[in-house]
Structures are given as structure tokens and as C-alpha cells.
T-cell receptor, first 108, second 114 residues
Framework: RKEVEQDPGPFNVPEGATVAFNCTYS??????FFWYRQDCRKEPKLLMSVYSSGNEDGRFTAQLNRASQYISLLIRDSKLSDSATYLC?????????FGGGTRVLVKP | DAGVIQSPRHEVTEMGQEVTLRCKPISGHNSLFWYRQTMMRGLELLIY????????DSGMPEDRFSAKMPNASFSTLKIQPSEPRDSAVYFCASSGTGGRLEQYFGPGTRLTVT
């Protein structure tokens, strides 16, 4: 079983709609969690940190469920510019483990 | 402030040649990470340094790969000799102190070994 698993997608989302997707992790000792965004042929960029049960930043909401060992990301009012691959990242010690990413395509 | 700086941005070389990738972390950050990304394997951690000291190199694929961090503002990743299967995008990332574990990535070096 992979340490961090994500649905690769793609999630095809109409502009203005809400989309949500999950990430599961296997190591119960995981201490902190992040969502990164990666555009095609670009570097991953930090989207949100999730240190407690959840975090909200504008149209983006991340939730953490430690009992079930998953993190979710919800995007409201999707914009065309939200099209990207979203990487779930789990920290154990000082090491980050990246999921394979979920691809989101927002269409007009 | 400048972000993480990597050079070169693109490298095309022939099998058997030595390749050196360079990274300058964000000023004040004390941890530096080298990653490799391919379509097949995704993003993999190769090695990371804390205060210029290598902490975990378990991700380095084989002895052909080596990394150094001679000072707080510079690191290199060397492949010698290079092979076609080393073709990938190599990212450098850095993170700071004070319990902030967020990593900030450089633009990457796209390596093609023919």
C-alpha cells in the first residue's frame, strides 16, 4: 500500500461548481499535512497547510480526519485558473511524502 | 525575497557524461531537499540536509548519485555517469525554522540523457 494515495482523476468541473477530493495516508504517526498545487511543467507550490482538524482559505477548505486517516480538499466556485494537479503531502519527522496527485480540469 | 534558485533549467547530455545540478535555497532556511519527478514514479525525495548536514539519503537511487551542501546557500546534485533512465525533472526545495515545515520549491532542472 502506498504511503499517500490519491485518486488521479481527472475531475472535470464546470466553472463555478464545487469539487472535493480525498487523500488517504497509511502512517498514523503523520504529524502535519499539506496541499500543494502543480501546474503542467512547473514546480509544486504550497496551497494550504493543515495542522489541526481543518483549514479554510478563501474558496479552498481542507479537512483532516485522523481517525480515518484522510485529508480532503474542497474548492468552491471553481475558476478556470484552478485547473492543475493537487498534491497531498504528509509529514513524518522532517520528511514529506507526496501523493501522486489529483488532476482537476475546470471547463467553461 | 528571491525564491529557491536552480540551474541549469534544462540539461541535455549523452549517456556516460557527468551532470551537476545546482541549488540556492531561500536565505535563512536551514533545510534543503532534492527531489526527482517522473511520470511513472511521481515526486520522490532523494536526499535532504539540515544545517548543511545530510540527514537522510535513503532515496538516492544508487552510487552514481551524490549530493553536497558545502555552505548554507549552495547545494549540488551530481550524477556520474548519467544514464537514460535518469531523465526526469529534478527539484530542489528548502524549508525554514521555528517549526514551519512547509517546503518551497525551485523551478526545477529538466534533465534529458540520450
Amino acid at each position: 500500500r502506498k504511503e499517500v494515495e490519491q485518486d488521479p482523476g481527472p475531475f472535470n468541473v464546470p466553472e463555478g461548481a464545487t469539487v472535493a477530493f480525498n487523500c488517504t495516508y497509511s502512517n498514523s504517526a503523520s504529524q502535519s499535512f499539506f496541499w500543494y498545487r502543480q501546474d503542467c511543467r512547473k514546480e509544486p507550490k504550497l496551497l494550504m497547510s493543515v495542522y489541526s482538524s481543518g483549514n479554510e482559505d478563501g474558496r479552498f477548505t481542507a479537512q483532516l480526519n485522523r481517525a480515518s486517516q484522510y485529508i480532503s480538499l474542497l474548492i468552491r466556485d471553481s475558476k478556470l485558473s484552478d485547473s492543475a494537479t493537487y498534491l497531498c503531502v504528509v509529514n513524518v519527522g522532517n520528511k514529506l511524502t507526496f501523493g501522486g496527485g489529483t488532476r482537476v480540469l475546470v471547463k467553461p | 525575497d528571491a525564491g529557491v534558485i536552480q540551474s541549469p533549467r534544462h540539461e541535455v547530455t549523452e549517456m556516460g557524461q557527468e551532470v551537476t545540478l545546482r541549488c540556492k535555497p531561500i536565505s535563512g532556511h536551514n533545510s534543503l531537499f532534492w527531489y526527482r519527478q517522473t511520470m511513472m514514479r511521481g515526486l520522490e525525495l532523494l536526499i535532504y540536509f539540515n544545517n548543511n548536514v545530510p540527514i537522510d539519503d535513503s532515496g538516492m537511487p544508487e552510487d552514481r548519485f551524490s549530493a553536497k551542501m558545502p555552505n548554507a546557500s549552495f547545494s549540488t546534485l551530481k550524477i556520474q555517469p548519467s544514464e537514460p533512465r535518469d531523465s526526469a525533472v529534478y527539484f530542489c526545495a528548502s524549508s525554514g525554522t521555528g517549526g514551519r515545515l512547509e517546503q518551497y520549491f525551485g523551478p526545477g532542472t529538466r534533465l534529458t540523457v540520450t
